[in-house]
């Protein structure tokens, strides 16, 4: 199918009914008959000489030039979103909304608290922040950018490592005084244990000294809420396993004198479209100073304990 005789309209259809599985329903969402349908897939077809859907009752699959197809599909819809929104905003490019995605803890105690000085500078920039564990794709539009532990694949997105997680334990000082301080991960049967759901999933990246934790400990909360699981540590409730950082969001927690417990890498991602977009830039390169090593010690390879940072060490 040569660039003189591309028909995008064919490729659109196509798109829809690939996404949703469906003639109908693709017909339903874009206001047009199943028999157009048909035939517009059938004339794409024969364009490129191939097969591209196999049809049932039950719906459609793609075959795999239909799969390659949707891929290319997905590109070129990026490349017209993104020359509608360089075009049509070239002469407002701190203007917009940019939809960022990322985890239950970075995203309300690391990103969220830097807002208020992001919107400062660029009060026209409207930032959509969305907390999820699930990995967004980013090529399909479910978001712009993401901050994730899950390190991306796909070829066609741009990732960059901006960070370490370093786990280890926190308690309040009123847990401590009524319960002890344990001197050592064996010592936690006896303590009441706190837990993200989130890291249950990522065990496997725990580091081999956090054994005896998963080994030994029934934990007494497991929770899919960062908030519910620093209500209940800063309340006395038990010994929580938090990232590093939390020793300067929450400084009345007492990180313990226990080996840390899990290294994790985190990525920021993005498509080449948000790259080009100039307002999609200017909350890239902010994200990249939130997490900057000279700034933000807690993130960096090499773990740094919360109370050298407090000390002055």
Request: charged letters at 25%; hydrophobic letters at 45%.
């Amino acid at each position: 199918m040569l660039v003189e005789t591309f028909d995008w309209d064919r490729i659109r259809i196509f798109r829809a009914v690939a996404e949703l599985g469906s003639m109908s329903a693709a017909a339903e969402q874009m206001g047009g008959s199943v028999p157009t349908i048909s035939r517009r897939i059938s004339e794409l077809e024969h364009a490129f000489r191939t097969e591209l859907i196999l049809r049932s009752t039950r719906g459609v699959d793609l075959t795999s030039a239909g799969h390659a197809l949707l891929r290319h599909a997905n590109l070129i819809a990026d490349i017209v979103s993104a020359a509608h929104d360089d075009v049509a905003g070239s002469d407002k490019p701190d203007e917009g909304s940019i939809h960022i995605v990322t985890g239950d803890g970075l995203g309300p105690y690391w990103i969220a608290p830097r807002l208020a000085d992001f919107h400062r500078l660029y009060p026209r920039i409207t930032v959509r922040l969305t907390i999820s564990d699930d990995v967004p794709d980013l090529l399909n539009n479910e978001a712009d950018i993401s901050v994730q532990c899950e390190r991306p694949t796909r070829s066609d997105l741009i990732a960059r490592r901006i960070g370490v997680l370093h786990y280890l334990c926190f308690a309040s000082e009123a847990y401590l005084d009524r319960h002890g301080r344990p001197t050592a991960l064996t010592d936690f049967g006896r303590h009441r244990c706190l837990i993200h759901g989130g890291y249950v999933r990522q065990a496997e990246k725990w580091a081999a000294e956090a054994d005896p934790l998963r080994q030994l400990v029934a934990f007494a909360l497991v929770t899919n809420s960062a908030a519910v699981m620093l209500a209940d540590c800063v309340a006395g409730g038990g010994i929580a396993v938090l990232p590093s950082y939390i020793g300067e969001t929450h400084p009345a927690l007492v990180p313990l004198d226990l080996p840390r417990l899990a290294p994790i890498e985190f990525w920021l991602t993005y498509s080449e479209r948000m790259r080009r977009l100039e307002r999609g830039q200017v909350v890239l390169d902010w994200l990249k100073q939130a997490f900057a090593p000279s700034s933000a010690p807690w993130f960096r390879q090499r773990f740094v304990h919360p109370r050298s940072v407090t000390s002055g060490a």
